[in-house]
């Protein structure tokens, strides 16, 4: 009887110290909210904002910022099939030999840089695009279906100059590293910002974490922005997932999107997940 119970202690004491290590090693998750899939909307009219099919705030498609990826190769009058300014956060290189368009789809791979020797610090290379027009306001969508693999999948806008410093990560999320196939990341940062604008001089964001019902990687879906002078509102699938106030988001962005390399996902290189890839249907812009 009395060995019975101590092989009972030492079983919950087996259970506590297993669940006290998994508290360590894998954090709570703090979501804000969980978004509502039955409400995501079905396309009827590609002219207009998924969220807005009705069109009751008279957006117009501007056609020649936009981008459907049908042609065998990236337009190179509207991005840059790299980042000019950003090599990469290591180990994770941007090299352009992982941007590709097929069958009517932008494709940004993993490792296909071939025999290339890669700069110190970096072991693996993924894409980058950049728009090469800046936009300030409007409505801003892409559909896309994310890596699934241990690399972040963004749509994102920033911009860098002697005065401002900005972000509005539109989509920010890494499905392909397991403990993350739920979470709705949303973010937006201010670097710096002028005096008539905050006077922004230490960089803050404003970071909040979703539930999405589905594992994010499993199919495509529509990420959405709408950003005005007084708000800024993300969306999925046509939902409206969160509203932020405009209180320094007031400087022309660039738009991009990569593939890369984040520690604070957990989303860092596996040699034997090299066959990810991040596919987007279409970029479009409304004003």
Not at 58 to 73: A, G, M, P, T, V
């Amino acid at each position: 009887m009395r060995f019975v119970k101590i092989q009972y202690v030492l079983v919950l004491f087996f259970i506590a110290t297993k669940v006290i290590a998994q508290d360590l090693t894998v954090p709570p998750k703090k979501y804000v909210d969980s978004v509502q899939i039955e409400k995501s909307i079905v396309r009827e009219n590609s002219n207009y904002p998924l969220s807005d099919q009705l069109n009751s705030k008279d957006w117009k498609l501007l056609k020649k910022y936009s981008d459907e990826f049908s042609s065998d190769q990236l337009n190179q009058n509207k991005w840059f099939p790299n980042n000019p300014k950003w090599k990469g956060r290591p180990p994770t290189y941007f090299h352009k030999s992982n941007v590709s368009q097929i069958n009517g789809e932008l494709v940004i791979k993993v490792n296909q840089h071939g025999t290339e020797k890669l700069p110190k610090e970096f072991t693996h290379s993924t894409g980058f695009i950049k728009s090469k027009n800046k936009f300030l306001y409007g409505y801003f969508e892409a559909e896309a279906k994310l890596m699934d693999a241990p690399w972040v999948s963004g749509f994102w806008m920033t911009n860098v100059d002697k005065d401002w410093w900005t972000e509005i990560d539109i989509c920010e999320n890494a499905p392909g590293v397991e403990n993350n196939r739920h979470d709705l990341n949303s973010n937006i940062h201010v670097f710096k910002s002028p005096k008539e604008h905050g006077d922004v001089k230490t960089h803050f964001s404003r970071t909040k974490k979703y539930f999405f019902p589905k594992e994010l990687q499993k199919d495509y879906h529509v990420w959405g922005l709408e950003w005005t002078k007084e708000y800024i509102r993300f969306y999925i699938d046509g939902i409206l997932f969160r509203e932020a106030k405009n209180t320094h988001w007031h400087q022309p962005l660039e738009v991009n999107f990569n593939c890369e390399s984040n520690k604070w996902f957990g989303a860092l290189p596996d040699e034997n997940k090299l066959n990810g890839e991040y596919h987007v249907k279409y970029f479009r812009v409304w004003k």
